[in-house]
C-alpha cells in the first residue's frame, strides 16, 4: 500500500491518531530528587537505553545545569521485561553524589558487555577544567562502580559505547568508547577494552583524522566495528582488527534538515539512530527534508548496510504523507535482535510537532512511534505514546536552547519494544516538572494493523534547506577557537 496514494483518504484519520495515539499508560521511571543550586530542579533529559535477556537499563542527564550536563547521570533498570523499574544516580561521578569530583555529567551511553557480563554506562563529568569521558560498571545493571576514565585530556564530547558481544567473532568481549574533541581539535576519537571496561586503550583518531559528531558505533558479526556518524553529511569508518587501527571516512548519504522557527536545542539536528539484526544487518535513521517540497518539514529517512561499507539510498519511513505539515526529529531506533532480515522487528520513536512551522509560543512537541515487521519495508501509521502537548516554555535551559535531548533511545526487550523519553508537564511554583518515562505496554501494532510503503518516492533533486543544520548545537560546552598555527 502506497502512502502517496492513499494521503488524502487517509489524513483525517492519521490527524486524529496523532492525538489520540496508542492510548498507552505512561509510567515514570525516575525522578529529579537533587537539590544543588546549579541545577533546574525537577527536570530529567536525554536518554540512552540497552537490553539483554529480560534486563533494559535506561540513563540520563538528572538536574539539567543551563552552561552543561546535570546534576549527575541517573539510571533506571527493569529487570523483568518492563514491567517494573528501579532508578538511582551514579556514585562519585559529580560532586552532589557520594563524593564525586565533576560539577556536573552529561551525554550517558549504555551498553552490556556479555562475555564478561557486565553493564557499562558511559558519559562525561564536567569540571571548570574541561570535559573527560568515563564509564561506570555493574553486575546487573542496579548497583554501580565510581566512574573510571576512559580520556582524560579535558577536550570531549558526544561519546558513544558498544560491545562485540557475538561469541564466535575472534573480538568477542571487546568494548569500544567513541567521543570526539569538540573543544580543541573536533576529531572523533575511539578507544577499546579487553576487559569488560576496567582499561582503556588511549584514544585513536581515523587514518584520514576524520571530524565530526554524534557517531553511534555497531559490531557486525565478524567483529567488524561499523561506526556511522554526521560530519559534512551521514558518514562512517570501520576498524577490521579489533580496534587496533580505524579505517578511512566514507559516506553514507547526504543529509539535507529542515531548522524551522523553534528554539529548541537539536531539533534540526540530524544525528544518527543506529541498530543490528541477527543477520548482522545495519540500520541508520536520522530526520531529513529531502523528501518534502521546499524542504518545508523532516521526515524521518533510514539507510541500511549488509557490510558496513556500502550503504541504501535512504528511504523515507513514511510515518504519515508527504503532505502532512508534521516535523519529525530525535528518532530512536529501537532493533529486535532476535530477527532479521526480511522479517527483522523494527521499532522508533520520535519527537514531533504536529505543525512545522511554528514558533517557541506555538509549537507544541509530542512523542511518536512507528513499527515495521519486515526489515523496515513497510511500516505502521504514526501514533502518539500519550505524552501530551509539550510546551517549550515547559523545559530547561542549555546554552544551545531549551532542552528535551540531542538522543532518544528504545530497545526491545523480550522481543517487545519499549522507549524511554522525556515528558515535560507545566512548571509549578517556580519548578520544572519533567522527568524521564516509559510505557506499560510494549510499543506494538495489532495484527491487522495497516502497513505503508514509501517505495517509489525519491528525494527532491536539488533540494536545500534554508539552513544548514547547526554543528555546534549539540554540545556540551562552547568549543573553544582552533589551535593556533603560529
Known sequence: ?????????????????????????????????FHNSSSQHKTEVEPDTYSWGSTMVAAFQVARVAGGGGADLGFSTSTDGGK????????GWTVNYKQGKADAASDASVVYDAKHGVWLIQGLPISNSGVNLSVSRSTDGLTWSKPIVIDGNEVDDKNWITCDNTSTSKFYGNCYAEWDQAFSTGLIQMSTSKDGGLTWSPGIPTVDQAGGSGAEPLVLPNGTVVVPYLGNNMQGFTSTNGGKSWGASFQIANVNTFQGNSSLRSVGLPFPSTGIDKSGKLYVVWSDCSFRSGCSTNDLVMSTSTNGTKWTSPARIPIDP?????????PGLAVDRSTGGGTAHLTTTYYYYPQANCNDST???????????????TWTAGKDVGAGAMQISWLPNSQNGPMLADYLSSSYVNGKAFGVFMVAKAPSGGVFNEAAYTTKNPLEASADEPRFSSRGEKRIPGIHADRPFPRNQGEERESAPPPSTK
Open 322 to 330: 508527504l503532505s502532512s505539515t508534521v516535523d519529525h526529529f530525535i
Open 1 to 33: 500500500m502506497n502512502r502517496n496514494a492513499l494521503a488524502l483518504m487517509i489524513a483525517a484519520v492519521l490527524c486524529v491518531v496523532l492525538v489520540t495515539g496508542a492510548n498507552a499508560q505512561l509510567v515514570k521511571i525516575s525522578n529529579d530528587s
Open 363 to 377: 509549537c507544541r512537541v509530542h512523542v511518536g512511534f512507528t513499527t515495521s515487521a519486515d526489515g523496515g519495508k
Open 84 to 91: 517494573t523499574w528501579t532508578f538511582g544516580s551514579l556514585p
